[in-house]
């Protein structure tokens, strides 16, 4: 019943520093995304995978990459960080459609420093 | 262009009363729409889908009025657990493709004893 997984919950990284956010869903649902939230700015997307083996830009790409590993996992990663990556990072899941609303992860509280 | 607008609040609230809000929407072609509820850092959460028709679920109500772009909100008898930030959400593509709905910067309501 664990839904979305999102790991870590937390993280503070260094400007320039790397890291990974990771993203499992066990719903089998087809697609996934990658969003940041920010105070005043709402939930904004980042990229998305419509399903296994593709991916495409969303609204605020730059600075990250994504691999969608397989039907399930949907990873984030920041190169070389930057203080005006601090954020909460929300990955989703749906299927069906977009008729039908996502699920979210827990989400990831990043601060870079 | 803000694609989903809503007002920010808060709206404060004493504990039974009713309570409603809008939010407008800027593409006519969007097809789905829906409200989601996040808590204080928590993952948002979907609320309830809003159907052409209208819909109500227990004490909450939700309107689209397509000739007008706005979508409602109806929360009765408002209980302490309601307080929450409301997000309006949209899917703008009449494609039903899978790259991303668009959220509003939400709601905010405190239902006060």
């Known amino acids: 019943n664990a839904g979305v997984t999102q790991t870590p919950k937390f993280q503070v990284l260094k400007t320039g520093q790397s890291m990974t956010l990771q993203c499992a869903q066990d719903?089998?649902?087809?697609?996934m995304y990658w969003y940041r939230q920010d105070p005043g700015m709402g939930l904004r997307l980042i990229y998305y995978s419509a399903s296994e083996g593709t991916t495409d830009k969303g609204e605020v790409p730059n600075g990250y990459n994504v691999s969608r590993l397989n039907k399930r996992e949907f990873s984030l990663r920041l190169e070389s960080a930057a203080p005006s990556q601090t954020s909460v990072y929300f990955c989703?899941?749906?299927?069906?459609?977009?008729?039908?609303?996502?699920?979210f992860g827990s989400g990831t509280r990043l601060t870079v420093v | 262009r803000k694609e989903v607008e809503q007002d920010p609040g808060p709206f404060n609230v004493p504990e039974g009363a009713t309570v409603a809000f809008n939010c407008t929407y800027s593409n006519s072609a969007s097809q789905s729409f829906f409200w989601y509820r996040q808590d204080c850092r928590k993952e948002p959460k979907l609320l309830m889908s809003?159907?052409?028709s209208g819909n109500e679920d227990g004490r909450f109500t939700a309107q689209l009025n397509r000739a007008s772009q706005y979508i409602s909100l109806l929360i009765r008898d408002s209980k302490l657990s309601d307080s929450a930030t409301y997000l309006c959400v949209v899917n703008p593509y009449s494609g039903g493709g899978a790259d991303g709905l668009t959220f509003g910067k939400g709601t905010h309501l405190i239902i006060q004893p």
């Open positions: 719903m089998n649902h087809n697609s």
């Open positions: 809003v159907y052409s």
């Open positions: 989703a899941s749906n299927d069906r459609g977009l008729n039908y609303g996502y699920t």
